[in-house]
C-alpha cells in the first residue's frame, strides 16, 4: 500500500459531507471534563478517541439515525451510566451501542483463487533465505538483547466480535477498565465503519493475515513469543546452514531467552483446588522486562491496560519451548497437567469459568481454559477459551509424557484424553475452519499449530499413542485439516505470513512435496517487501478482539515462521 493511497484516502475522510452527529458530538457533553464519576472513562476518551490524530479522521464521520434526538439521547445516556455508576448494569449501557453495532456488516479477507505457479524456488535459494531469516533474527537480538514483538491497534475492530459479543464482554470482563474500553471502542467503530475514514484505518491486504501498517507499533517482549524464537533458532541450527559464529550466537540467544520465559517471566499462583501453589508464566513480566518505552507505559496505564495476569498458553510454550533446549530448571518437573485440571472446562462445577464465551458456536467441554488467577484473585479479562491454545497444551504434555508419568497417572492421561477429544468434535463439526470460533488466533495459525502438535505426538512410542488416542483423532484431524490446507489456504492468493503456516503445516503433517509449490513461490516473491531492515513485512500472528482488535506481530516473526516453514519443506524435499 503506497503513500498515494493514504492520502487520497486521508481527504476523502476529513473532506466528506457530515451526514449526522459524530463522535465527538456524542461523546463530549458527557466525557468532554472530568466532572466526577469513573476518572478513567475520561482520561480513555481523551487519550484514545480524542487524540489530535484521530480527532480530524473522524470529525466529519457521523451517523444519521442519531438525528433522532431518542437514540442520541439512549446513546449519551448509556455513557452516563457507566461514567457514573459504582456497579452499573452492563447490559444496560451496552444495548444502545449494541443497536448501533447491528448496522455493521463485517466480513473477514476472502482472498481469491490462484492457479499454481509454475515455477518455485530453487533447493539454493531456499537455502539462502533460510540464512537470511536466520541472520534476521540473531542481529535483532544482538541490536536489542533480545527480539521484540510489535503490537497494533486496529478500530475497526474484530469480524466477529458484533452485538451479541459486546454484551457479553461487557458482563464478563472483570476489569472497570476493560470495560470502559470495549465500550468506548466499539462504539467508535461505527463511526469509522461507516465513513470513508474506514480506507485510512482498515485498508485492503493480500491473503489472510493481516498486515501490520499501523503508524503507531507498540514494542515490547513476552515469553510466549521468546519461546517461538527458540525454537526457529533451534531450526536454524538443525538446518546446518548457519556458521559456526552464527550457531555461537544462536545457542546464547536461546540460553538467554529460555532463562526470560521461565526464570524471569516465572510467577506463583494459587491452584484451583486451594491447596496449593506452584510457579507459572506470565503474559507480561514486572517492568521493566517487557521494554516498554516509558510513553507506552504511560498510556498502556492510561488505556488501562495495566494488570496483567498469567495464562495457559505462555505457560504451556515456555515450558515446551525449554524442554526443547535441553533445560534442567527444575520448573520443568511441575506436571502441568494437575494444574491445568483445575482449568479445565466440564459440564459441572467448572463450566461457569468461561465468562467471556464469544465463540459460542464450540463446545469446550475438556478444553482448557486461558488465564490464571495471580495470588490476588485478579482475573482482569474475565476468561474464555481458544483452541490453538489447547493444540499447545497437549503438545507441551508430549514433549514431556515420561518426566510427567502421564501414562502412569489416570488422571492425568484423562485431561489429556479429554482435550483431544474437545479437538475432534471441533474438527469434525467443522468449527475448526470458522474464525469465530477462534478468540486470539487464525483458522490458518490453528492448522499450522496442530501440525506442531501432530509431529510430537508422532514422535511417541505407537502404544503411547494408541493409549493417549485409543481412537485416532489426531489421523482423522489431520486429513480434515490437510484438506483445509490444500482446498483453502494454498488454493488462494496468499502473503508470506500465509505461506509459512502453510508450510508448517503441510510439512509437519508429512503432505506431498507437490503441495510445497504455492507456499514456496509466495515467499520467494515476497522476499525483500520488508526493506531496508527485514526480509519481510510484518503480519498478524495473533490477536485480540476486546476492548478491539489489537494485532501482534512484527517482521521478526515473520522470519521467524519463514524460517521454521521452509526448514521443515527443504527437510521434507530432501527425503522425497
Not at 495457559?312 to 515450558?319: E, G, K, L, V, W
Request: proline letters at 7%; one cysteine or more.
Amino acid at each position: 500500500m503506497d503513500i498515494g493511497y493514504f492520502a487520497t484516502a486521508a481527504l476523502r475522510a476529513v473532506t466528506a459531507a457530515k451526514a449526522g452527529p459524530s463522535l465527538y458530538d456524542v461523546c463530549d457533553p458527557v466525557l468532554a471534563r472530568p466532572n466526577g464519576g469513573d476518572q478513567h472513562l475520561f482520561a480513555f476518551y481523551h487519550t484514545a478517541l480524542r487524540n489530535p490524530a484521530l480527532r480530524p479522521l473522524l470529525w466529519r464521520a457521523g451517523l444519521p439515525e442519531l438525528r433522532d434526538p431518542s437514540r442520541l439521547q439512549a446513546v449519551r445516556g448509556a455513557i452516563r451510566l457507566a461514567r457514573d455508576n459504582d456497579a452499573p448494569d452492563w447490559a444496560a449501557v451496552g444495548k444502545p451501542i449494541a443497536e448501533l453495532l447491528e448496522s455493521l456488516d463485517p466480513r473477514h479477507p476472502r482472498p481469491k483463487p490462484v492457479v499454481p505457479p509454475k515455477r518455485t524456488p530453487d533447493a539454493a535459494m531456499i537455502d539462502d533465505i533460510i540464512r537470511i531469516c536466520g541472520r534476521h533474527l540473531l542481529g535483532s537480538f544482538a541490536r536489542n538483547g533480545y527480539i521484540p514483538t510489535y503490537a497494533s491497534f486496529n478500530l475497526i475492530g474484530d469480524p466477529d466480535f458484533k452485538a451479541r459479543e459486546l454484551v457479553v464482554a461487557l458482563e464478563g470482563l472483570n476489569a472497570r477498565t476493560y470495560k470502559n474500553s470495549t465500550l468506548l471502542f466499539n462504539l467508535a467503530r461505527v463511526f469509522i465503519a461507516r465513513s470513508p475514514s474506514h480506507a485510512v484505518i482498515n485498508p485492503p491486504w493480500r491473503g489472510v493475515a493481516e498486515p501490520m501498517w499501523s503508524p503507531v507499533q507498540i514494542r515490547h517482549r513476552s515469553a510466549y513469543y521468546d519461546a517461538f524464537f527458540v525454537e526457529a533458532l533451534l531450526g536454524f541450527i538443525e538446518t546446518n546452514l548457519a556458521t559456526t559464529d552464527e550457531t555461537a550466537a544462536a545457542h546464547r540467544a536461546i540460553a538467554e531467552m529460555v532463562e526470560f520465559c521461565i526464570v524471569t517471566s516465572r510467577e506463583r499462583v494459587q491452584t484451583r483446588d486451594g491447596r496449593g501453589t506452584l510457579d507459572v508464566i506470565t503474559a507480561l513480566a514486572p517492568p521493566p522486562h517487557p521494554r516498554f518505552t516509558r510513553y507506552f507505559a504511560e498510556v498502556k496505564q492510561k488505556l488501562g491496560f495495566g494488570t496483567y495476569v498469567p495464562d495457559c498458553d505462555t505457560t504451556a510454550c515456555s515450558f515446551s519451548a525449554a524442554t526443547q533446549a535441553g533445560s534442567a530448571d527444575p520448573i520443568l518437573n511441575e506436571p502441568l497437567l494437575d494444574f491445568y485440571a483445575g482449568y479445565q472446562v466440564g459440564r459441572g462445577s467448572n463450566a461457569p469459568l468461561i465468562t467471556v464465551p464469544l465463540n459460542e458456536n464450540v463446545d469446550y467441554d475438556g478444553a482448557i481454559a486461558t488465564w490464571i488467577d495471580n495470588l490476588a484473585g485478579e482475573r482482569p479479562y474475565g476468561n474464555d477459551l481458544d483452541p490453538t491454545l489447547n493444540l499447545d497444551v497437549l503438545e507441551v504434555s508430549f514433549r514431556n509424557l515420561d518426566r510427567w508419568q502421564v501414562l502412569q497417572k489416570p488422571e492425568r492421561l484423562e485431561t489429556v484424553r479429554r482435550i483431544v477429544a474437545f479437538q475432534h468434535r471441533l474438527v469434525r463439526s467443522g468449527a475448526f475452519a470458522n474464525p469465530k470460533s477462534h478468540i486470539y488466533y487464525l483458522p490458518e495459525l490453528y492448522c499450522a499449530y496442530f501440525g506442531r502438535c501432530y509431529a510430537t505426538f508422532k514422535t511417541l512410542p505407537t502404544e503411547a499413542q494408541r493409549t493417549l488416542d485409543p481412537d485416532d483423532s489426531f489421523g482423522f484431524i489431520r486429513d480434515r485439516v490437510l484438506d483445509y490446507v490444500q482446498h483453502e489456504l494454498i488454493a488462494r492468493e496468499m502473503n508470506a505470513f500465509d505461506a509459512a503456516l502453510a508450510l508448517l503445516a503441510l510439512g509437519h503433517l508429512g503432505a506431498p512435496t507437490e503441495m510445497f509449490s504455492g507456499p514456496l513461490d509466495c515467499i520467494g516473491r515476497s522476499l525483500g517487501e520488508g526493506g531496508r531492515r527485514a526480509p519481510f513485512r510484518a503480519y498478524e500472528w495473533n490477536k485480540m478482539k476486546t476492548p478491539t482488535r489489537i494485532i501482534v506481530g512484527g517482521a521478526e516473526v515473520t522470519s521467524a515462521f519463514v524460517l521454521m516453514g521452509l526448514a521443515l519443506a527443504r527437510q521434507a524435499m530432501r527425503r522425497a
